[in-house]
């Protein structure tokens, strides 16, 4: 399962995470991007939402990358 991480130091909140993956992220009260449903949206779309973010505040986290290293 791929986990999806937001750094809240760094996000800016622009809301593109927002717009490419509705289902998956929203903004707090704080305009800090959140993952609301980690299954919202098919994995590409979320992995679309993560290389658009302007700022690099999203990552993709593999539960089971210890298999692949
Ligand atoms: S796209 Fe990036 S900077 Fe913008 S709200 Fe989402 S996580 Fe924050």
Known sequence: MIRTVV???IC????QCTI????T????????ARVM???GDPPE????AVSACPSGALSLD???RQEHQ
Do not use: W
């Not at 800016?12 to 809301?15: C, L, N, V």
């Not at 779309?45 to 679309?48: A, D, G, L, M, P």
């Open 7 to 9: 750094d809240r130091e």
């Open 45 to 48: 779309t979320v992995r679309c």
């Open 25 to 32: 992220f929203e903004l707090d009260p704080e305009m800090k």
């Open 20 to 23: 490419y993956a509705p289902n």
């Open 62 to 64: 593999s539960d089971d």
């Open 12 to 15: 800016m909140g622009s809301g």
């Open 37 to 39: 449903d980690p299954y």
